[in-house]
């Protein structure tokens, strides 16, 4: 799944450059990519799309203050490294308190516990993606930063 989201920011530059889900499946299907993992991650996209609509208000809040507590089921699920990789963002100004939210209901999405490094960076470039936001270059080349070749650690 993490693969086809990849080859999804890295083929077309905005969400709305997309084809609808049917299209888009078949066409992920000729490039190569299993139905079950196009299954997966189009199952995933419709979630983030979701998410998105129902946290577009929130999303669009200016950054405050405020702090996120972390519950105990959180860090079982998404992990130390996740969570203190979600804080970079967060700290770094890229992700506002919406978007964050997003990013952790995407990553508990993915029933993998604890969430790969590697995992929450393209999880959380998807989100990214989603909103059409503008990320600085060096926080963009943070999230780009692990190769793909750990996404099955």
């Not at 508990?108 to 503008?134: N, R, Y």
Request: glycine share 6%; charged share 25%; proline share 3%.
């Amino acid at each position: 799944m993490f693969d086809i989201l990849v080859y999804l920011f890295e083929t077309y530059y905005t969400p709305q450059a997309c084809p609808e889900a049917d299209v888009l499946a078949h066409k992920l299907a000729a490039v190569g990519f299993e139905d079950e993992d196009i299954h997966d991650a189009l199952g995933w996209l419709h979630g983030l799309a979701e998410s998105t609509e129902q946290g577009a208000q929130l999303a669009r809040e200016p950054q405050s203050d405020s702090r996120r507590v972390f519950t105990e089921h959180e860090y079982q699920t998404l992990g130390s490294q996740a969570i203190g990789f979600i804080s970079f963002l967060e700290n770094s100004g890229v992700l506002p308190a919406g978007l964050r939210e997003i990013l952790i209901e995407r990553a508990q999405a993915t029933h993998e516990s604890p969430i790969s490094l590697a995992k929450i960076k393209i999880i959380a470039l998807m989100v990214l993606w989603s909103q059409e936001a503008e990320v600085d270059h060096l926080v963009f080349e943070e999230l780009l930063a692990d190769d793909h070749t750990r996404l099955s650690h």
